[in-house]
């Protein structure tokens, strides 16, 4: 069984990770800014059914995959390491357009915002390669139940993927109408957030714990 401490620490490394920009995120912000914050809110719904579809084939493949090939998981591992590095890469490097930048979208009726929300994650394969890469991070198989961990670590995600989503979406406008005044703050999340994925990366990279 995991510890107190160790899904604290989780719940830190999953805030990081869900303040770094991804396709759900700017679905459900860009939904907010053009049609309103219950239609972010909706949105964020269907994100967030989506994140259970994937929390369940994370859970029984990595259950599966360590009772086939046990040494499988030390790959799975640094491979992890690997996609955070590419994650960093991706906050930092040049060109990226703004999280709260306006898009022009159709206004859609409830039921397709929260259909769209659904596929947005449930078709997006960075999600369920941040599970495979990440959630092994914190397992420890000689505890017990890796589907029970890994359950246990997925609610703790999912509840603070939720959160910091439905914030940003209720304030959508206002920080957007924050940093389109003040652009540094937007280069320095950026930078920030590259830096603490990096040093994530590393941690993983140089762990000798064995599976």
Known sequence: MLTLTELAWF?????????????????CISRALCQGRQAGVISLAGVLLGFLV????ASVGLTALLAAVPYAFE???????AYLLWLAWQSVKPGGQPLFAARALPLDPPAKLFRMGFLTNVLNPK??????????????????????QSVSLGAVQITVSGVVNLLLVLGAARIAQLLSRH????????????GVLALLALRIATDDRQA
């Open 127 to 148: 999600v369920a390669l941040f599970y495979l890469s990440f959630f092994p991070q914190f397992l420890h198989p000689e505890r017990g139940s890796i589907l029970w």
């Open 11 to 27: 719940a830190l490394a999953a805030l990081v990770l869900v303040l770094t920009p991804g396709p759900n995120m700017i679905y």
């Open 183 to 194: 652009e540094g703050w937007q280069r320095a999340q950026r930078y920030l957030m590259g």
């Open 75 to 81: 790959a799975i591992r640094l491979l992890g390491a």
């Open 54 to 57: 994937h929390l369940v084939a």
